[in-house]
């Protein structure tokens, strides 16, 4: 079975540092791009940052880049998103999703993570 | 950036009733790459939609996707007791994903 499991949420002090992993099973994993995807409460989605399969290439969102990075260890199966000097507006579930080709959607997704960002 | 703009925001109906729902872009999306999602509380979102028109796996054939340029919908022939969820539109373009706000399909 096709499987993404999001861990590493948790409550985090303003300018402070959190990191998240998606562990994946069921498929190919370096074969494949990824992607982090957030809700904040009583919001919509927002796409966060993706990763090609070798982790060669990644993008971000300019709500982000600078204090996200994304990485992929595929030697683990395993998705990684390294959040610093966070902000309030940075409180979220936070989604890993895979990329069966670029543009083509996202079509498996996680059970998503809680990222709390609080004094 | 790309802006995708749904509407409504809120559509109410009935079960067995047909749900047009529109999505909107600033500018151009290739077909290729323009997404739907079904998004339940307490659930990963669920791709419903990828190239505009074509359907993911295992989605039903009640669910279908047209439009292009900067104008798509996504229709939903009859509506089962399941479908009551949030939609979201999305994109991919110049490096970048962007989703549009939902739409939220509740019970009348």
């Known amino acids: 079975e096709v499987q993404l499991l999001e861990s590493g949420g948790d409550l985090v002090q303003p300018g402070g540092s959190l990191r998240l992993s998606c562990a994946a099973s069921?498929?190919?994993?370096?074969?494949?791009?990824m992607s982090w995807v957030r809700q904040a409460p009583g919001k919509g989605l927002e796409w966060v940052s993706a990763i090609s399969g070798n982790g060669g290439t990644t993008y971000y969102a300019d709500s982000v880049r600078g204090r996200i990075t994304i990485s992929r260890d595929n030697s683990r199966n395993t998705l990684y998103v390294q959040m610093n000097n966070v902000r309030a507006e940075d409180t979220a579930v936070y989604y890993c999703a895979k990329i069966p080709r670029w543009g083509y959607g996202m079509d498996v997704w996680g059970q998503g993570t809680t990222v709390t960002v609080s004094s | 950036e790309i802006v995708l703009t749904q509407s409504p925001g809120t559509l109410s109906l009935s079960p067995g009733e047909r749900a047009t729902l529109s999505c909107r872009a600033s500018?151009?999306?290739?077909?290729?790459?323009l997404a739907w999602y079904q998004h339940k509380p307490g659930q990963g979102p669920r791709l419903l939609i990828y190239g505009a028109s074509s359907r993911a796996t295992g989605i039903p054939d009640r669910f279908g996707g047209g439009g292009s340029g900067t104008d798509f919908t996504l229709t939903i022939s009859r509506l089962e007791p399941e479908d009551f969820a949030v939609y979201y539109c999305q994109q991919f373009g110049s490096s970048s994903y962007t989703f549009g706000q939902g739409t939220k399909l509740e019970i009348k």
């Open positions: 069921g498929f190919t994993f370096s074969s494949y791009a």
């Open positions: 500018q151009s999306v290739s077909s290729s790459y």
